[in-house]
């Protein structure tokens, strides 16, 4: 197995380059003295910016994109018959997953916080970034989207603390190093890597069984499975969560009137640190808690802690306000599960509204076949749904599902529902139905977001086809 430490002043063509975690490593290896080139299926804005680093990207996958090349590395989704992991086979060119470049990355830390579970990865994670940063602790600092703070996805610190998004997706978070885990639950999804529930909740015990002897294993107690994990996990464990069980609660817990809560730190019954949030919803309240559980146990002070979660906004695509058209105020939102699309619902139907539309894209056949019952309750808050057809990422449409089937399962419980395939449709239906005062939230781990940038970009001026 090749190690990146080797290829200082080397070569390394990275294929699926514009991926939010891909362009985040990219500039990491190219800041470790690695000569960085880099390939993807289509232009974008991580294209854009990777060149404007001055790491060539080159749009399309090519077999000679890889000549020259000492070492090859690819994400996930891309497959072994892609032409240029096919040519690097040819050629015996070393070939690296992402997430095995990622694990060594965090090699020798002393302090390797991994963020890990089902929902809420990415923003705990930029919590604590920020957190240990504004602590004064320079974290290197690896996350699944783009937070503004740190400039992007990335961010090369010191060499004490390392803090990183862990996905069990793929059980790619099995290749890390951990010495601090955090999980803030475990539930289902990516059903169409593992066979079910306990299959996934094994994968959970295999990544803490990574954790060295004076390791620690932060988990939220609410969570039954997290619980029953942190049974059976043989170093120190702390828990956080609302029930009287935990270790970090929240006391004299309150919301405004959109939805953000401010409360005081307690640990073991006793207040550190008051924190005012200034992003929405009770699932904010437990990354804050995760946060400072985890800043704290390598030796941030919790009143830092504190001042910087008061001042913390989201990564972008996390409840994300994009602007307002028409008199309506248009957010979008990663959440690409039902869980996750109920919690974004939750956010919005506390924003001062009339009605408010949700727009989804569903993400991955497999996902929408294995999680098809949690689908159809799971955007019950919104007055009106929109859906488009499927998005389908890393697979192939295997043709025994489609989005109506969502649409038409939907329709039968009395909701609101229409079937929208692509944006312009959903662009149209929104345009001949919002008033001023409405909202409308796009949801998905897709490319639902351009589809706020191309209604922000027509304006309050927009000449509509009849629509659906």
Not at 87 to 110: C, F, K, N, W
Not at 224 to 243: D, E
Request: charged share 20%; aromatic share 8%; net charge negative.
């Amino acid at each position: 197995m090749p190690h990146i430490r080797d290829y200082t002043g080397r070569r390394a063509h990275m294929i699926g380059i514009g991926g939010s975690s891909m362009s985040g490593l990219a500039g990491m290896l190219k800041k470790r003295g690695v000569t960085v080139t880099g390939s993807d299926s289509a232009a974008s804005y991580m294209t854009r910016m990777l060149d404007n680093q001055g790491i060539a990207v080159t749009i399309g996958h090519r077999a000679e994109n890889v000549h020259g090349a000492d070492l090859v590395i690819y994400s996930a989704a891309i497959a072994a018959d892609n032409p240029e992991r096919a040519e690097a086979a040819r050629l015996h060119i070393p070939q690296m997953e992402r997430a095995t470049l990622l694990g060594q990355l965090m090699e020798g830390y002393r302090h390797a916080i991994n963020v890990c579970g089902t929902h809420g990865k990415t923003t705990t994670t930029s919590m604590i970034a920020e957190a240990l940063l504004d602590a004064g602790l320079d974290p290197t600092v690896h996350i699944g989207g783009q937070l503004d703070y740190i400039g992007g996805s990335t961010r090369v610190g010191g060499h004490e603390t390392f803090v990183v998004e862990a996905c069990e997706f793929n059980a790619s978070f099995l290749q890390f190093h951990p010495t601090v885990a955090v999980v803030t639950n475990i539930e289902e999804d990516h059903l169409d890597f593992y066979k079910d529930i306990d299959d996934i909740c094994r994968a959970f015990d295999r990544f803490f069984g990574l954790l060295p002897a004076d390791g620690t294993c932060i988990g939220n107690g609410d969570d039954p499975r997290v619980r029953q994990a942190l049974a059976r996990v043989p170093v120190k464990t702390v828990t956080y969560g609302m029930g009287k069980d935990n270790q970090w609660r929240p006391a004299s817990l309150a919301y405004d009137e959109t939805g953000c809560a401010g409360f005081d730190f307690a640990f073991e019954g006793e207040t550190v640190a008051h924190v005012q949030l200034h992003v929405p919803g009770e699932y904010n309240v437990m990354h804050a808690l995760a946060t400072m559980a985890a800043c704290v146990e390598v030796g941030a002070q919790p009143q830092d802690v504190a001042r910087s979660l008061s001042a913390f906004t989201a990564p972008h695509r996390r409840f994300e306000y994009t602007g307002t058209v028409c008199g309506v105020r248009l957010y979008t939102d990663y959440g690409h599960n039902p869980a996750e699309m109920h919690s974004a619902l939750q956010n919005a139907a506390r924003q001062p509204h009339n009605r408010l539309f949700a727009v989804m894209q569903p993400h991955t056949y497999s996902r929408v076949k294995t999680l098809f019952a949690d689908y159809i309750h799971c955007c019950d808050l919104a007055d009106e749904l929109l859906i488009t057809d499927i998005f389908a990422a890393r697979e192939k449409d295997p043709g025994d599902i489609h989005a109506t089937m969502l649409v038409d399962a939907i329709a039968r419980t009395g909701q609101r529902v229409h079937y929208t395939p692509t944006f312009d449709d959903a662009e149209a239906y929104l345009r001949a139905h919002w008033q001023p005062g409405d909202l409308v939230i796009t949801m998905s781990c897709g490319d639902i977001h351009l589809l706020n940038q191309q209604i922000q970009a027509h304006g309050d001026h927009f000449a509509a086809s009849d629509p659906a």
